[in-house]
């Protein structure tokens, strides 16, 4: 049992998938995983263990921002020595070749965020963990996904002065989307010795505002994809 984690010894699988959203982690629980056992309320931040394809593996959630996921995330390896992790959640695209309900994996992230002023002689790059990557990219492939490979932007700012132009600025740079966490997730997972993934679905083009009308069931099968692909990307090897 940890500070935020209210889990006993044992009931936390070594291959966490996690989405930021609690309720999203409830659904994940309830409709891919065999026997899932609630492991966490504390804060709300739900957690589950269960079995996909016969091996365990625990959904947990990590909340909004930075300083959340690398709460849970240390707790998690440090207390509960996971091993492996998968991020999955949602992006905003700023580039125009990029299509609502897309699939991205980060490759690295770069960030506005301040998480990563440790004494150090330079700017640490957090990054993907090539062995995860490439079990996505297998997995993607064996399932028919298209999969969009690149680095993206972790932002500290959801709201934005002239948001287009800002957009505008990181890609030309190659960032692929802007998320929330990614930075946290790499950076940890780099200082703890463990291994790092984020699968992104684009929800949103500053390019394609007309798309932003999909019904909620047009984007939960977009959802699904990713999740599924998460799943099959850590029970895999």
């Given at each position: 049992?940890?500070?935020?984690?209210?889990?006993?010894?044992?009931?936390?699988?070594?291959?966490?998938?996690?989405?930021?959203?609690?309720?999203?982690?409830?659904?994940?629980?309830?409709?891919?995983?065999?026997?899932?056992?609630?492991?966490?309320?504390?804060?709300?931040?739900?957690?589950?263990?269960?079995?996909?394809?016969?091996?365990?593996?625990?959904?947990?959630?990590?909340?909004?921002?930075?300083?959340?996921?690398?709460?849970?995330?240390?707790?998690?390896?440090?207390d509960y020595k996971v091993r492996e992790f998968v991020r999955i959640g949602t992006c905003g695209a700023v580039r125009e070749s990029l299509k609502v309900n897309?699939?991205?994996?980060?490759?690295?992230?770069?960030?506005?965020?301040?998480?990563?002023?440790?004494?150090?002689?330079?700017?640490?790059?957090?990054?993907?963990?090539?062995?995860?990557?490439?079990?996505?990219?297998?997995?993607?492939?064996?399932?028919?996904?298209?999969?969009?490979?690149?680095?993206?932007?972790?932002?500290?700012?959801?709201?934005?002065?002239?948001?287009?132009?800002?957009?505008?600025?990181?890609?030309?740079?190659?960032?692929?989307?802007?998320?929330?966490?990614?930075?946290?997730?790499?950076?940890?997972?780099?200082?703890?010795?463990?291994?790092?993934?984020?699968?992104?679905?684009?929800?949103?083009?500053?390019?394609?505002?007309?798309e932003d009308v999909l019904t909620a069931q047009e984007r939960e099968r977009g959802l699904d994809r990713m999740i599924l692909l998460g799943l099959d990307t850590?029970?895999?090897?």
């Amino acid at each position: 049992m940890s500070t935020h984690i209210s889990a006993q010894p044992g009931q936390i699988a070594p291959k966490v998938l996690m989405p930021g959203d609690p309720l999203r982690a409830k659904y994940i629980a309830e409709k891919f995983l065999a026997d899932p056992v609630c492991i966490n309320e504390i804060r709300g931040m739900y957690g589950y263990t269960g079995r996909y394809k016969d091996q365990p593996v625990t959904v947990m959630a990590s909340g909004m921002g930075t300083p959340s996921l690398m709460i849970y995330m240390t707790e998690l390896c440090r207390d509960y020595k996971v091993r492996e992790f998968v991020r999955i959640g949602t992006c905003g695209a700023v580039r125009e070749s990029l299509k609502v309900n897309d699939l991205i994996l980060s490759t690295a992230t770069s960030t506005t965020s301040g998480i990563n002023l440790y004494d150090l002689p330079g700017t640490f790059a957090p990054a993907a963990d090539f062995d995860l990557s490439r079990r996505a990219w297998e997995q993607a492939k064996k399932a028919g996904l298209a999969l969009h490979t690149g680095t993206t932007l972790c932002n500290d700012h959801f709201y934005v002065e002239d948001k287009p132009a800002y957009s505008r600025k990181w890609e030309k740079w190659g960032i692929l989307a802007s998320e929330q966490e990614g930075a946290g997730l790499y950076s940890v997972a780099a200082r703890e010795g463990v291994k790092a993934l984020m699968l992104l679905t684009v929800v949103a083009n500053l390019y394609h505002p007309e798309e932003d009308v999909l019904t909620a069931q047009e984007r939960e099968r977009g959802l699904d994809r990713m999740i599924l692909l998460g799943l099959d990307t850590l029970v895999s090897e």
